[in-house]
């Protein structure tokens, strides 16, 4: 069945950097998009970005544009967030979703996401 683990979680500096990883098993990650959404509590879950894993084009929010960077490696089967210049806002339970995709630009909507990962927490601190 489909499964995504994530890891790479942890604490770091603000100003410092962070990769997360997220490893797919279960389905073909091209024929998907994944996505990276962070949540902390008492708030709602939010998106911070997606990639349609077939041709690597990507969406992310306002807030980390230009400080993260999601990338794939699809003979890994792995989707990564390269997460710099973090700031205590950026401290959050971070999770990876994925859906099947067709021809359409990957979705930064919660709800379009089927499967998700157990999370990795992320907190900014000094």
């Known amino acids: 069945q489909v499964q995504l683990v994530e890891s790479g979680g942890g604490l770091v500096q603000p100003g410092g950097s962070l990769r997360l990883s997220c490893a797919t098993s279960g389905f073909t990650l091209d024929y998907y998009a994944i996505g990276w959404f962070r949540q902390t509590p008492g708030k709602e879950r939010e998106a911070v970005s997606c990639?349609?894993?077939?041709?690597?084009?990507?969406h992310y929010v306002d807030p980390v544009e230009g400080r993260f960077t999601i990338s794939r490696d699809n003979t890994k089967d792995t989707v990564y967030l390269h997460m710099n210049s973090l700031s205590p806002e950026d401290t959050a339970v971070y999770y990876c979703a994925a859906y099947r995709i067709f021809f359409e630009q990957c979705s930064l909507l919660r709800s379009m996401y089927d499967n998700w990962g157990q999370g990795t927490p992320v907190t900014v601190s000094s």
């Open positions: 990639i349609k894993s077939r041709d690597g084009s990507t």
